[in-house]
């Protein structure tokens, strides 16, 4: 059974930082590609970014050079560093597994 679990998510102000970290169990983990996506109030759902099995990275347009994601194979878990943090980027953030299977979410809240 496939579990995965978000958490480092909460409530800061404008240009500060978080570190989101997704544990999975019951997959391969090492061998997934790992993805983040957030969905904002009244809004669809939109990729982050993006890690594969050997490390290549894929980030939206609206978070390079603010966000990295990374993973540690040996936790199975897949993290996402986020500094400079704007207003926009509050949203529900969840992780996905390339098996299309999503985590619960974590709420990242951005005050100005």
């Known amino acids: 059974q496939v579990q995965l679990v978000e958490s480092g998510g909460g409530l800061v102000q404008a240009g500060g930082s978080l570190r989101l970290s997704c544990a999975a169990s019951?997959?391969?983990?090492?061998?997934?590609?790992m993805g983040w996506y957030r969905q904002a109030p009244g809004k669809q759902r939109e990729l982050v970014a993006t890690?594969?099995?050997?490390?290549?990275?894929n980030y939206a347009d609206s978070v390079k050079g603010r966000f990295t994601i990374s993973r540690d194979n040996a936790k199975n878990t897949v993290f996402l560093q986020m500094n400079v943090l704007k207003p926009d980027d509050t949203a529900v953030y969840y992780c996905?597994?390339?098996?299309?299977?999503w985590g619960p979410g974590t709420q990242v809240t951005v005050s100005s």
């Open positions: 996905k597994t390339s098996t299309n299977h």
């Open positions: 019951g997959i391969i983990f090492r061998i997934n590609t």
């Open positions: 890690i594969t099995s050997a490390g290549s990275t």
